[in-house]
């Protein structure tokens, strides 16, 4: 199974981008999938989730830091999630790595993630 990101760059603060992890070896339409960072010196947190397809408790998550200002989203029949960032702040600048959960869970802790892409880098500048 591999999760590849992609999508990050350097951007001035305000500006937009998106993120894409597209996940191979395996269809995760039906698994909990999320967007995590690590900003320099920092933990790795969590961003954003969104559930897997099919299950009664279906739905979108984020951090607070985050909320209303990114967007996370999946495509099942390419197997790709896709994270849409706006209103970017130089705070926002992290590696970002995407994850993919065995089933449909709801938590935003880092353990409870069995898959990881390799990271891709955002730099916010101001």
């Known amino acids: 199974v591999q999760l590849q990101a992609s999508g990050g760059g350097l951007v001035q603060a305000g500006g937009s981008l998106r993120l894409s992890c597209a996940a191979s070896g395996r269809r995760f339409a039906r698994d909990t999938m999320g967007w995590f960072r690590r900003a320099p010196g920092k933990e790795r947190e969590f961003a954003a989730r969104v559930t897997g397809t099919g299950w009664s408790a279906v739905g979108t998550y984020y951090a607070d830091s985050v909320k209303d200002r990114f967007t996370i989203s999946r495509d099942n029949a390419k197997n790709t999630v896709y994270l849409q960032m706006a209103s970017l702040k130089p705070e926002d600048t992290a590696v970002y790595y995407c994850?993919?959960?065995?089933?449909?869970?709801?938590?935003?802790?880092?353990?409870?993630?069995?898959?990881w892409g390799q990271g891709t880098l955002v730099t916010v500048s101001s």
């Open positions: 994850a993919a959960a065995l089933g449909n869970i709801v938590s935003s802790r880092v353990d409870q993630y069995v898959y």
